[in-house]
């Protein structure tokens, strides 16, 4: 059974920092692909960043320079360091693994009960 917890979203300032972690289990962790998406009231679903099993990260260019995606094969963990935070990156975070991607990832995610909240005030 596939599963994906998150933690360590919450309420911060502009120009804060925030860490996301997520633990995966039931799936083979070290070869898939993992990712983050996330999704503000009334905007559409975005994939914010990836990263493949030997470390190659892709970011979008609204966080690009200011997130950093990692990942602990050991622990089966990937994290998202998000600095220099902006009200527009309040939304619902979501882990995510290569069979979530896709348009529809923050609905089925959602669906999951995952999801964790980051809220930037100004």
């Known amino acids: 059974q596939v599963q994906m917890v998150e933690s360590g979203g919450g309420s911060v300032q502009a120009g804060g920092s925030l860490r996301l972690s997520c633990t995966a289990s039931?799936?083979?962790?070290?070869?898939?692909?993992m990712g983050w998406y996330r999704q503000a009231p009334g905007k559409e679903c975005e994939q914010v960043s990836t990263i493949t099993g030997d470390g190659s990260t892709t970011y979008s260019d609204s966080v690009k320079g200011r997130f950093t995606i990692s990942r602990d094969k050991g622990k089966n963990t990937v994290a998202l360091q998000m600095d220099s935070l902006k009200p527009e990156d309040t939304a619902v975070y979501y882990c995510?693994?290569?069979?979530?991607?896709?348009?529809?990832?923050?609905?089925?995610?959602?669906?999951w009960g995952q999801g964790t909240q980051v809220t930037v005030s100004s």
């Open positions: 995510a693994h290569d069979g979530h991607f896709g348009e529809e990832a923050c609905d089925v995610l959602k669906a």
């Open positions: 039931g799936f083979t962790f070290h070869e898939s692909v």
